[in-house]
């Protein structure tokens, strides 16, 4: 669970949880689940709840099946993706509108969930170099940066050890730049993770971190 907060004023909270080995109409996979919202303070300016469903490829843990159910206001959004061999199947509907279509030779393109359970896998080294093609809202954005350097840092929990990892997100012409902070425990959980972009910068905190029962299986 985190929590978030923009330009320095509390805005919200999200939270992510790890299911176990389902057989699902994607195929087998582990599921992700994000849930989040603004706070009453935050939806004066923008009223958001979202839930979001991801399917872990337990093979190469690349991402099977991504869906996305936004609220924003009044106004809804949803967004699907089926991962294959041939490409990415996607679906976007904005209140009634819907668009549908296909994306070929990009089995490589990872949904936001994956790529932020994935981060916690990386053989952690000084200006590594990190590459990833994202999709979200029938885009594929192009993900790459740098692992920067070794870095203890305040969090709700006290002083920890993390590698900060500095990312750039490109859309089009625009550049959004996101640093997350992983720590170096061996269950390296994101502590910290900071997304600029014009309107200011949005932060968000680990406020609570539960490890899972079972061992993660790798077919």
């Known amino acids: 669970?985190?929590?978030?907060?923009?330009?320095?004023?509390?805005?919200?909270?999200a939270s992510f949880r790890l299911g176990g080995?389902?057989?699902?109409?994607?195929?087998?996979?582990?599921?992700?689940?994000a849930d989040f919202e603004t706070n009453a303070f935050a939806s004066v300016a923008a009223d958001l709840r979202g839930k979001?469903?991801?399917?872990?490829?337990?093979r190469n843990q690349s991402s099977r099946?991504?869906?996305?159910?936004l609220t924003r206001g009044r106004m809804e959004y949803k967004d699907r993706a089926s991962f294959g061999d041939q490409g990415i199947d996607w679906s976007y509907h904005v209140g009634k509108r819907r668009r549908a279509?296909?994306?070929r030779g990009s089995r490589q393109g990872f949904d936001p969930l994956v790529v932020l359970?994935?981060?916690?896998d990386l053989d952690f080294q000084p200006k590594q170099r990190v590459c990833a093609r994202v999709y979200g809202f029938r885009t594929l954005r192009r993900v790459?940066?740098?692992?920067?350097?070794?870095?203890?840092i305040q969090t709700l929990a006290g002083?920890?050890?993390?590698?900060?990892?500095?990312?750039?997100?490109?859309?089009?012409?625009?550049?959004?730049?996101?640093?997350?902070?992983?720590g170096k425990g061996d269950d390296r959980p994101v502590w910290r993770a900071e997304l600029k972009s014009r309107k200011g910068t949005m932060v968000m905190e680990l406020a609570r971190h539960v490890l899972g029962q079972k061992p993660i299986y790798r077919l």
């Open 1 to 13: 669970t985190y929590l978030v907060s923009v330009r320095g004023v509390r805005a919200g909270s």
């Open 52 to 58: 979001v469903l991801s399917l872990l490829d337990p």
């Open 117 to 120: 359970y994935n981060l916690r």
């Open 101 to 103: 279509g296909k994306m």
């Open 144 to 152: 790459e940066g740098l692992i920067e350097q070794e870095e203890v």
């Open 159 to 182: 002083p920890v050890k993390t590698w900060r990892v500095q990312l750039t997100i490109h859309e089009g012409k625009r550049k959004r730049q996101l640093t997350v902070w992983v």
């Open 21 to 33: 080995l389902e057989r699902t109409p994607h195929g087998a996979g582990y599921t992700i689940r």
């Open 65 to 69: 099946f991504y869906r996305n159910d």
